[in-house]
C-alpha cells in the first residue's frame, strides 16, 4: 500500500520535526515540513499531499489565508487539511479536535495518540 | 388746640378774679356757678382742665368731680380744687377723688396762671403720649399677627395677656382661655411654668403639641421672664463699674425686682416646616450618595474591563508562545518514548516530566480562560439544577473524603438567565475548594432561596457589584467546616495568580475566573468565614429583580410565595426542602479534573 503524503506547515521548525518524527515512525506516511508559511502554496502543489496541517498564526501568511488558497485551487482542493493552534485551548477541542465553522482544529500541544488519531480519521483508514 | 378751661365758683365775684387771671393767655374759657352746670357743661364741651370751687350749694366739688370720674366721657378732665378749706384731709381726699391739684383760698391770680399752665403742659405731654401709645401698639400688633411665630404674653399668675394669631392657630384659641397649670401636654405648661416660676430665666425645649387633631405637631418652644436682665454676651467682657453710681445690677432699686413684675413671654415655632426641608434633604443625600455609589461601580466595572483587556491580550500572546514550546516537548517525548527501551528510573523521569508539562499546560489554559470571559449564554435555568448537576460531577470525591453533603434548596425558586456551562464551572470550583480545605470528614452546606437583602450584611463585592440594602436578590451560600480563611488572605482572594495551595497545584486563577463569571451575571461573590464555627462561607447574590417571569401568574405568584414565606430577613433557608444527601446519580468526573 502507497504511503499517505502529509504536508506539515508550522513556523517553528523544532515542532515540525517533531511531527515528522511521530507521523514516520509508524511507518505508514510520508511527510514533508514547510517553516516559511508563504512558500506552503508552491510546496504543496510540487509535493501533492494527501493531508496539510496548518499552524494558524504565522508571520507571511496565516493558516487560514493558506487554507482559502487552497479550496480556490483546482488541483488542491480536494486535499483535506487541519488547523493545528495554540489558541483554541483542549477544553474548547474535546478530546483532540474541535470543528469550528465546518473546521477541524487541533490544539497545541498535541499528543501523539490524538495527532495519529486525527490522521486516520481525516484519511479515512 | 388751644386749652379749654371751665371755672366753677357759686359766688360771681370769685368767678370774676379767676376770669381776670386767665384771660388774654390763649385759653379758651368757660364758666359755671354751680355744680349742676359744671357738669351739664362738661358733659357738653370736653374741656380739659376744670377749676372747681369746693363748697358750692347744690352739689359740692368733690361730688361733681366723683361723677365725672364715674363718666368715662368726662374722667380725663383734669379737675384742680379750689378751697378756703385748708386742712391736709381735705387736701388728701380731693387728690385720692381723682384731682390733680387742691388750691387753697385767697390765692394769688398769678399763681392760679401758673399752675395752669402746668397742668395744660401735662395735659399735652399725656395726649402726645397716649397717641404715640395707641401707634406703637398698632405696630406691635401688625408685628405680632405676620409673624409666623407665636407669641404669647402671660402675666405672673400664669393668665394670657395676649396671643397673636399663629400662637392661637397653634396653640388653639380654648388652652388660651385656660390657667398654664391646664396647658397640655403636661411639659408645656411646666416648661413655662419654671420660667414663670423663677427657676429658670430663659429656657428652650422642643415638644409635640399634637394639639390640631391627631397629627404631631412639633414645635421649638422659646420661654423668656418678662423681667429677665439680657445674659452678658459671652465672647464681649463685662464693662467696669461705672463710677458714676448706676444702679448695680441686682440692686434693691432695680424696677425688675419691684413686687408685681414678672410673667413671660412665650414664642412657638412650628418645626414641621424644618422638617419637611431635612427630609427633603435627606432624601437629596441619598439619591446623590446613591448616584455616587453607581458611579463607583461603574468605574470599577470600566476598571475591571479595562483589566480584562489586558489581560486577554497578554494571555493570547502568552498562551501562543508557550504552547508551541510545549507542544514540541510532548511530541518529542511521546516519540522517544516510542523509540527507546526505556529502564525503571527513565521510565519514573518520563512520568515525571509528562506530569510537569500537564500542569504547564493547565496554567496556560486557566490563562487562555480567564482571558475569554466576556461573554455568556445565557438560556433561562435553575439554579438548583445547576447545583445538583454540579454536585454529581463531584460525588465521588465527596465519597472518598468522607464529606456529608447537606443541601437546603428553596423551592419556589424563579428560572434565571445563567450560561449554564460557566455557572458548572464556578460550582465545581467552588465545591472543590470546600473540600480541600476540609480535606477529610467535613459537611459542605448548600443552600438558596429569594432574600431580601439587609445593607449590613451586603459584602464588599455585592457592593462593588451595585447590590443595595432592600434588594430582591437570588442567593446561593456555600458553606464548608474547614479551617476559615487566614484574615490576611482575605483581600487577595480573587487576585489572578493567587494561592494558597502548594506550587504546582491549581493555577491560582479558579477565583478570579469564578468572580468575573458571577459578575457577567450581574451577580456577586463574597467569600469570609462563617460567623460560628469553624469554615468558610461563600455568598453568591444574583438579582431576582432582573430574572424573565414567566408571563403566566403563576410565575409570579410563585416568587411572591417564595418571599412571604421567609420569617425574618436573617434565614432565608426556611423555603426549602429539607436537607437532602448528595443525589445519587451517574458516576463522572469534572472536566479537567
Given at each position: 500500500m502507497e504511503k499517505k503524503r502529509i504536508l506539515l506547515v508550522d513556523d517553528e521548525p523544532a515542532l515540525t520535526r517533531m511531527l515528522r518524527l511521530n507521523l514516520e515512525q509508524t511507518g505508514r506516511f510520508e511527510v514533508r515540513e514547510e517553516n516559511q508559511s508563504t512558500r506552503a502554496l508552491a510546496t504543496a502543489r510540487e509535493f501533492r499531499p494527501d493531508l496539510i496541517f496548518l499552524d494558524v498564526m504565522m508571520p507571511g501568511m496565516d493558516g487560514d489565508e493558506i487554507a482559502e488558497h487552497l479550496e480556490q485551487d483546482p488541483r488542491l482542493c480536494q486535499v483535506k487539511y487541519v488547523f493545528l493552534t495554540a489558541i483554541v485551548t483542549k477544553r474548547e477541542t474535546g478530546r483532540g479536535t474541535a470543528e469550528i465553522s465546518g473546521q477541524t482544529f487541533l490544539a497545541k500541544p498535541v499528543r501523539r495518540e490524538e495527532l495519529l488519531q486525527v490522521v486516520d480519521d481525516l484519511l479515512g483508514l | 388746640m388751644t386749652p379749654s378751661i371751665l371755672l366753677v365758683d357759686d359766688i360771681p365775684s370769685n368767678l370774676r378774679i379767676l376770669y381776670e387771671s386767665l384771660n388774654g393767655r390763649d385759653y379758651r374759657l368757660l364758666i359755671a356757678n354751680g355744680g349742676a352746670q359744671a357738669l351739664e357743661i362738661a358733659r357738653r364741651s370736653h374741656p380739659d382742665l376744670m377749676l372747681l370751687d369746693?363748697?358750692?350749694?347744690?352739689?359740692d366739688g368733690f361730688d361733681v368731680c366723683r361723677q365725672l370720674k364715674a363718666d368715662p366721657a368726662t374722667a380725663t378732665i383734669g379737675v384742680i380744687f379750689l378751697s378756703a378749706r385748708d386742712a391736709a384731709a381735705d387736701k388728701v381726699r380731693g387728690l385720692a377723688l381723682g384731682g390733680v391739684d387742691y388750691v387753697t383760698k385767697p390765692f394769688h391770680p398769678e399763681e392760679i396762671a401758673a399752675r395752669v399752665a402746668i397742668h395744660c403742659t401735662i395735659l399735652r405731654m399725656d395726649r402726645e403720649l397716649a397717641s404715640r401709645n395707641r401707634q406703637l401698639e398698632l405696630v406691635r400688633d401688625r408685628i405680632l399677627s405676620s409673624m409666623t411665630e407665636g407669641v404669647v404674653g402671660l402675666d405672673a399668675g400664669g393668665q394670657v395677656e395676649f396671643a397673636n394669631p399663629a400662637a392661637t392657630a397653634l396653640l388653639g384659641a380654648a388652652m388660651l382661655d385656660l390657667p398654664l397649670a391646664a396647658w397640655q401636654p403636661p411639659d408645656l405648661s411646666e416648661t413655662v411654668g419654671r420660667v414663670l416660676g423663677g427657676q429658670d430665666q430663659f429656657t428652650v425645649a422642643e415638644l409635640d403639641l399634637?394639639?390640631?387633631?391627631?397629627a404631631p405637631l412639633p414645635v421649638e418652644l422659646r420661654v423668656a421672664a418678662i423681667n429677665a436682665r439680657p445674659l452678658p454676651a459671652p465672647a464681649s467682657p463685662r464693662p467696669p463699674?461705672?463710677?458714676?453710681?448706676?444702679?448695680?445690677?441686682?440692686?434693691?432699686?432695680d424696677p425688675a425686682d419691684a413686687p408685681g413684675a414678672g410673667g413671660a413671654v412665650l414664642v412657638v415655632r412650628d418645626l414641621r416646616e424644618r422638617q419637611r426641608v431635612a427630609a427633603a434633604l435627606a432624601e437629596t443625600n441619598n439619591a446623590l450618595r446613591q448616584s455616587h455609589r453607581e458611579l463607583k461601580v461603574a468605574q470599577m466595572q470600566l476598571i475591571q474591563a479595562a483589566k480584562l483587556e489586558t489581560v486577554g491580550q497578554l494571555a493570547a500572546g502568552v498562551a501562543h508562545e508557550v504552547k508551541n514550546p510545549l507542544a514540541v516537548i510532548q511530541l518529542g517525548m511521546d516519540f522517544l518514548e516510542q523509540t527507546l527501551t526505556l529502564d525503571q528510573t527513565s521510565a519514573t523521569v518520563f512520568a515525571d516530566m509528562q506530569q510537569a508539562l500537564l500542569r504547564a499546560d493547565t496554567v496556560v489554559r486557566g490563562l487562555l480562560d480567564f482571558s475569554r470571559e466576556r461573554g455568556l449564554d445565557l438560556t433561562p435555568d435553575s439554579l438548583n439544577r445547576l447545583i445538583n448537576v454540579s454536585l454529581q460531577l463531584v460525588r465521588h470525591e465527596l465519597v472518598q473524603r468522607n464529606i456529608k453533603v447537606i443541601t437546603e434548596l428553596a423551592s419556589a425558586l424563579p428560572e434565571q438567565p445563567f450560561d449554564a456551562d460557566k455557572m458548572q464551572q464556578v460550582l465545581l470550583n467552588l465545591f472543590m475548594n470546600a473540600m480541600h480545605a476540609m480535606e477529610r470528614d467535613g459537611t459542605l452546606r448548600i443552600a438558596t432561596g429569594l432574600h431580601r437583602l439587609r445593607d449590613e450584611e451586603l459584602g464588599p463585592q455585592a457592593r462593588a457589584a451595585g447590590f443595595l440594602g432592600g434588594d430582591l436578590a437570588l442567593r446561593l451560600l456555600i458553606e464548608d467546616s474547614g479551617p476559615g480563611i487566614a484574615a490576611d488572605h482575605l483581600d487577595r482572594l480573587f487576585d489572578p495568580y493567587f494561592s494558597t495551595k502548594p506550587m504546582g497545584e491549581g493555577t491560582g486563577l479558579g477565583l478570579s475566573v469564578t468572580r468575573n463569571i458571577v459578575n457577567l451575571h450581574r451577580g456577586s461573590i463574597d467569600i469570609g468565614n462563617r460567623d460560628s464555627g469553624r469554615g468558610a462561607r461563600v455568598v453568591l447574590l444574583f438579582h431576582a429583580d432582573a430574572a424573565p417571569l414567566p408571563p403566566t401568574r403563576d410565575g409570579a405568584t410563585s416568587i411572591a410565595a417564595a418571599v412571604a414565606?421567609?420569617?425574618?430577613?436573617?434565614?432565608?433557608?426556611?423555603?426549602?426542602?429539607?436537607p437532602t444527601e448528595v443525589p445519587r446519580g451517574e458516576e463522572t468526573h469534572p472536566a479537567g479534573g
Open positions: - | 369746693v363748697m358750692m350749694p347744690d352739689l399634637a394639639a390640631t387633631g391627631t463699674a461705672d463710677p458714676a453710681g448706676q444702679p448695680h445690677p441686682g440692686g434693691g432699686d414565606g421567609e420569617p425574618a430577613p436573617a434565614t432565608a433557608q426556611s423555603v426549602s426542602s429539607p
